[in-house]
């Protein structure tokens, strides 16, 4: 029998937004989630017990980075990603693929595989839908992802298609490739912003029936509301029974619209990168915390109180920590960001519970004082 | 009545070792004791509840770093050191001095007062007894130091008598200069390794009654046997009701012959410097986890078991953090270090209490493989 078994326990009846609990190996994940994102093993900054008490249920990890450093061998030999991390609950790792067409230097495109130059020692290196998934099987995460191919968002239609087609093929050979039965493999949906290669897309993927299905190549740099449409006419092509993953989004606002839409899992490094540049999300708006007026404000970071650093650390102390050129500045922001991120999922899943979903996005909004 | 107290709870029958108990306003402080470092109002990459379960009773704060940023009239309206960096417990501030005399550029140096430069942006600014008080008296710690001259070790004796001369004028002058009956104001006594100047400097400082005495000018570049020999002939000279304080000292080694000299409390850097540069020490020695060695290695960091961190983290994890150049590394390590200090100065005054205390130290080195 199956290690994973996802339970939809509400859709909410105005909008598209879902409330599940996805079992999986390492515990249950109550969704909609939103997962921290550990490239290298570790979300920056943040010690295991910070994230699970932010709320955080489930990490992710890339595995173009830990393939390179420190290899996914050695990641193996130390007793896979949650010894090596130690982090109790479920992992899931990305195929390396969206690393390999933005992040590595390109070197060849062809139907079998793709060789990139490594962005730490320029060395060459080679990623097919098969030592994806080896590579995966190697790191351990509960849940992995098919390769695909992630072209800019600019390119014309007739790439787009390729990467379709190339997409759905590479998932028919991960899926025949994959060993271990304790890995729940996603099928990954491209197609940009247009609803025919969506259509295709999933079509093409859907008789593989895979555990679930993510949605990537989107917050590439199209428009938002360009998203929410592809979001709008891409879920409903997913099986209702299945847990839908939103690939690297993105804004409070976007997890808000994703989730009206049917989404059912996010990761995004916002929280915490914002958090190291000195930018905090708050119950009120927006914080920039090197602002000279933040200078000798004795006022807690978050007037709401709801996050634990929010009510404990002034703004003039965590402005004096990134002046100062402090670690515990980005350790601070990074925590604090992630528990408002924890907290605004958690309190729309409470919502959809409650069929206030629709209502939840207005009042939310008016407090922000518009989108964040 | 005073809000300090120090009970002394027993004085070994062999060596000079005391464990006690000092009563501050923030909290007992269970000594033999060791103050992590906050220099800017954070020990760099904790957070205070790390730091409390790591066994910190009482932290250390720098006056002349903090009075450069965000500058103690900042601190003060923030609330003073302990609400702006959210420690409860008892704080030490030192005087600022041994930075002017190091750290800064020097100007000028007069009976009065001392000018220098900031290290920061060059300004020039101006330190005096009285304004070292002041500026203590603002950042607000339970136990603030006089400003004392802190000669570079190899300076001529003349010049070292000097020092003294200063130091003990200057020291009458932040007595009377002290406003605030809430922080304990220490004496420095100073005179190098020389064993006249020594005496003359605490016989200066005695009839000014200060409820504790530091003892400064060492750990300074002397070799480490001077500075023992120092101890013994000072420490005896020093009233044995009050705390005595040994700065910036040290190597573990240091703690432990230190503490059988007679010394209460003491500071360093060290634990936490050399976890951001990758040295753990371990109830075995110490360990480099940049070591290529430790590329594979599964071995948890120490294998005694005796830090939280020792106990859950593998040295091939710790390695690649580092190697990639991941914060958590250094927050690790910093954590370890300072639950290591924090379990050997603790293990030591149970030793005393059991009137054991030779026995221990021989015990310890003969488990570190020598000197730590």
């Known amino acids: 029998m199956s290690q994973f078994r996802f339970e939809l326990e509400h859709v909410d009846s105005t909008t ?21 994102v550990g490239t290298l093993g570790t979300v920056k900054g943040l010690l295991p017990e910070q ?7 489930m990490l992710l990890a890339n595995t173009y980075h830990l393939a390179l450093r420190p290899g996914a061998d050695v990641v193996e030999q130390l007793g896979g990603l949650h010894q090596f991390m130690n982090w109790e609950g479920p992992i899931l790792t990305d195929s390396g693929g969206f690393q390999v067409f933005s992040l590595a230097k390109l070197s060849k495109l062809t139907d079998d595989h793709v060789t990139f130059r490594s962005h730490i020692d320029g060395s060459l290196l080679e990623l097919s839908p098969e030592k994806a998934i080896s590579i995966q099987e190697q790191l351990g995460a509960d849940c992995i992802m098919c390769l695909d191919e992630c072209p800019p ?17 590479w998932a028919a050979r991960c899926k025949e490739a994959q060993k271990r039965e304790d890995q729940a493999l996603f099928g990954i949906v491209q197609g ?6 969506r259509e295709e897309s999933a079509a093409g ?4 029936e895979f ?3 993510a949605i990537g190549g989107l917050s590439v740099g199209e428009d938002p509301a360009d998203m929410y449409r592809t979001l709008e006419f891409t879920t409903p092509l997913l099986p209702q029974e299945k847990p839908r993953y939103l690939m690297g989004v993105g804004r409070p606002i976007d997890l808000i619209e994703g989730i009206l839409r049917g989404i059912d899992l996010f990761d995004c490094v916002m929280p915490t990168r914002n958090g190291r540049n000195a930018m905090a999300f708050t119950s009120r708006g927006p914080l920039k915390l090197r602002n000279a007026r933040h200078k000798r404000d004795p006022m807690p970071l978050d007037p709401d109180g709801t996050t634990e650093v929010g009510r404990t650390y002034s703004r003039g102390y965590l402005r004096h920590l990134f002046v100062a050129g402090e670690m515990l500045g980005p350790i601070l922001l990074s925590w604090h960001n992630i528990e408002f991120y924890q907290n605004l999922v958690r309190n729309l899943r ?8 629709a209502e939840f996005r207005a009042d939310q909004l008016a407090q922000w004082g518009g989108e964040l």
């Not at 937004?17 to 994940?29: D, E, F, L």
């Open 350 to 357: 409470e919502a959809i519970l409650a069929d206030n979903s």
């Open 205 to 208: 993927l859907l008789p593989l």
């Open 192 to 197: 940009g912003i247009e609803t025919d290669l």
């Open 153 to 169: 968002h600019d390119v014309d239609k007739k790439r787009l298609h390729e990467a379709v087609l190339r997409t759905t093929a």
């Open 211 to 213: 555990p679930g299905y």
């Open 51 to 57: 994230l699970k008490r932010a709320g955080a249920q």
């Open 16 to 36: 598209g937004a879902r409330a599940g609990r996805w079992h999986t190996p390492h515990g249950v994940v109550e969704t909609p989630a939103f997962m921290p």
